[in-house]
T-cell receptor, first 106, second 113 residues
Framework: GQQVQQSPTSLVLQEGENAELQCNFSTSLNSMQWFYQRPGGSLISVFYNPSGTKQSGRLTSTTVIKERRSSLHISSSQITDSGTYLCAMRYNVLYFGSGTKLTVEP | EAGVTQSPRYAVLQEGQAVSFWCDPI?????LYWYQQPRDQGPQLLVYFRDEAVIDNSQLPSDRFSAVRPKGTNSTLKIQSAKQGDTATYLC???????????FGPGTRLTVL
């Protein structure tokens, strides 16, 4: 079945540092999506159906569908960026990775 | 526009008890999904509907879980005889068509003691 691998599992940064999150897919995919989730919170879409490189504020997604990988770059991290970042492949339904838990400390 | 709403937000049960979760999708969205998210894991699809029809329930433990969407709008997910392994957050999502962007509700956090 479809598998989604995310790395790292967890990451601790000092405020202002950059983060690079990775997502790899075991099979070919139609597209993928990045989500953000606070503890006990809902899933918030960060990037929907990205291909190539897309930027939204301090977040940049780089996706290479043919190579079955995507990365999420967070620049100049802030304490409010803390939470879990999940990637998912879209193949009619969503298949999620286990997430990267990001903690940004002052 | 109102988002996906779910209730209750929290539930605590003893093993063997039953519980129902309710989901109200975004108005006009024909496709509705139920996901189970254990602690520190990503969500996993349980079942999804197109209007009132079940499209895929292959991951739904059929002996204790059931899901309905009788009028193609709201949906109910029920667990009979809950087990400790059912402890998780249950997320509902909806979309306008299969394979289109999904919008998630706040989830119901279930603890089975």
């Amino acid at each position: 079945g479809q598998q989604v691998q995310q790395s790292p599992t967890s990451l601790v940064l000092q405020e202002g540092e950059n983060a690079e999150l990775q997502c790899n897919f075991s099979t070919s995919l139609n597209s993928m999506q990045w989500f953000y989730q606070r503890p006990g919170g809902s899933l918030i879409s960060v990037f929907y159906n990205p291909s190539g490189t897309k930027q939204s504020g301090r977040l940049t997604s780089t996706t290479v569908i043919k190579e079955r990988r995507s990365s999420l770059h967070i620049s100049s991290s802030q304490i409010t960026d803390s939470g879990t970042y999940l990637c998912a492949m879209r193949y009619n339904v969503l298949y999620f990775g286990s997430g990267t838990k990001l903690t940004v400390e002052p | 526009e109102a988002g996906v709403t779910q209730s209750p937000r929290y539930a605590v049960l003893q093993e063997g008890q039953a519980v129902s979760f309710w989901c109200d999708p975004i108005s006009g969205h024909d496709t509705l999904y139920w996901y189970q998210q254990p602690r520190d894991q990503g969500p996993q699809l349980l079942v999804y509907f197109r209007d009132e029809a079940v499209i895929d329930n292959s991951q739904l433990p059929s002996d204790r879980f059931s899901a309905v969407r009788p009028k193609g709008t709201n949906s109910t997910l029920k667990i009979q005889s809950a087990k400790q392994g059912d402890t998780a957050t249950y997320l509902c999502a909806s979309s306008l068509g299969r394979g289109r962007e999904q919008y998630f509700g706040p989830g119901t956090r279930l603890t089975v003691l």
